[in-house]
């Protein structure tokens, strides 16, 4: 049995998620794969610790039936949601992956695989986005999520690759500062853009929430200095931040769709890559091959 889910990325909300709120997710390609077979073993891909290795503890009996093999694409360079696939992938294999999973189930089964008790709980909007694909729009209070399309004709993006590796975990455990409200208001200024495929909306949400982060102290200083050089280059970025944990591992940058190819020879200048571009949008999970009889 193969099963797959796609890298995901927050546009948006990342701190806000973390109280419940709102939050925008991009999820895209080369997508990761967990590939299953009969017969036991010891070939587990998860370390211990991680979320995915904590659920197979809690499920030993069905775990000894079935060597597994997880691919990472990014060859664990991180920043994509590597750990919550393997987990999500675990957990649905351990469930009846032909029907709709049940979100409320999955985050509680995430949250005690994810989260030790100390500092901030994780948000479980990665799990929640590589389950279900393209745009994610999750509010996590209501525990809703829907999958948007990319409905803006002139401008694209690119996720941009900083070298830099940060354990969202040990942020979280320090507890964060985020200034929750006026963050929730600029997602839901995102959301509208997408509603009415209104693109300088979504680029201002997008600079005003980096703007918004910088000054809370919440953007690591090597993506400091890179969103720097892009504003200094607003011809051809248009709006960037950074994502996830102090934006730490990956740079989301806006811009023209026309300049997409001098977007990523910018940054192969720079010795970075580029690991995701709206071409790259994708589905959620999904099951490649059925187990064979």
Not at 4 to 16: D, H
Not at 229 to 253: P, S, T, V, Y
């Amino acid at each position: 049995m193969i099963l797959s889910c796609p890298a995901k990325t927050f546009l948006i909300g990342e701190y806000v998620a973390l109280d419940g709120g709102p939050s925008l997710l991009l999820t895209t390609g080369p997508r990761f794969k967990l590939k299953v077979k009969a017969g036991g073993g010891d070939r587990h891909p998860w370390h211990a610790s991680s979320p995915a290795g904590l659920l197979a503890a809690r499920h030993p009996d069905e775990i000894a039936k079935w060597s597994f093999d997880f691919e990472d694409p990014f060859s664990g360079k991180g920043g994509l949601g590597a750990s919550s696939a393997q987990f999500l992938l675990l957990y649905a294999f351990l469930n009846d992956w032909t029907t709709p999973l049940d979100l409320r189930a999955l985050l509680t089964e995430y949250r005690a695989c994810a989260w030790n008790g100390e500092g901030t709980p994780p948000s479980g909007a990665d799990v929640v986005a590589q389950l279900t694909g393209g745009v994610t729009y999750y509010d996590g209070l209501k525990l809703e999520a829907s999958r948007l399309e990319w409905p803006f004709a002139e401008i694209g993006f690119s996720l941009i690759r900083t070298g830099v590796k940060l354990a969202t975990h040990e942020h979280l455990r320090q507890g964060t500062l985020a200034p929750h409200s006026t963050l929730r208001t600029i997602v839901l200024e995102a959301r509208k853009a997408f509603d009415s495929a209104d693109e300088m909306r979504l680029i201002e949400a997008v600079n005003a929430c980096a703007l918004v982060l910088r000054q809370s102290g919440l953007t690591a200083p090597a993506t400091a200095d890179l969103l720097d050089q892009m504003r200094d280059n607003h011809e051809l970025f248009w709006a960037a931040k950074g994502c996830g944990a102090m934006g730490a591992d990956i740079i989301l940058a806006i811009h023209p769709r026309t300049r997409t190819e001098d977007v990523h020879l910018w940054a192969k200048g720079r010795g970075l890559d580029v690991v995701g571009t709206h071409d790259a949008l994708t589905i959620g999970l999904e099951v490649l091959q059925e187990m064979n009889a």
